[in-house]
């Protein structure tokens, strides 16, 4: 096996169809929103207060963010809200 050699890759650049459709799906798909960057939208849109567990729900309705399969995301998203200030972060963007 030491005396064998590997094949050559090109390097070549070109027009590589695959790639190119990937860049345009991407394009046509909206961003999808961190927890935070929905929480904001969501209150911004409803004008009223709304607890953590409001907020989580309306997210999910309005298809903004929903849990990758937390317990408690209500509890975590909390957590991100009290604790970006106290490290001198800005809530938004």
């Known amino acids: ?6 094949a050559k890759v090109s390097t070549k650049k070109g027009n590589n169809p695959a790639k190119e459709s990937k860049a345009a799906k991407a394009a046509e798909q909206p961003k999808k929103l961190s927890a935070l960057d929905a929480a904001a939208r969501v209150l911004g ?12 729900e309306t997210m999910a309705a309005k298809g903004y963010w929903s849990s990758p399969g937390g317990k408690t995301p209500g509890a975590t998203l ?4 009290t604790e970006l200030p106290k490290r001198g972060l800005p809530l938004i963007g």
């Open 1 to 6: 096996m030491a005396g064998k050699k590997k």
């Open 45 to 56: 849109e409803s004008g009223q207060a709304m607890n953590c567990q409001e907020m989580i």
């Open 78 to 81: 909390y957590t991100a809200v």
